[in-house]
């Protein structure tokens, strides 16, 4: 199945996108996904514990399943005042 990946901020820079597309399994969930881009983007490994995520923008947790055609998003944290 196919999904679509959005990246913003930091990870969008380290990517180099902020939309990518990726052929997952049947079984996948927000962390394989992850897992994967972190493989593809070593640089990303870091910001995995304190990302936050969503499926089809509702908040969604690491062992949440996908479906085809579902939108993941990764958010880092983001700071300011």
Known sequence: MR???????????????????????????VGSVWRQLATEYPALEPYGRSISTAINADY???????????????????SGG
Do not use: H, K, Q, Y
């Open 3 to 29: 999904v679509t990946v959005r990246l913003f901020a930091r990870l969008r820079d380290v990517a180099g996108a902020s939309e990518l597309a990726r052929d997952v399994g049947p079984d996948a969930t």
């Open 60 to 78: 969604a947790r690491m062992d949440a399943p996908l479906r085809d055609g579902d939108e993941i998003a990764f958010l880092p944290p983001v």
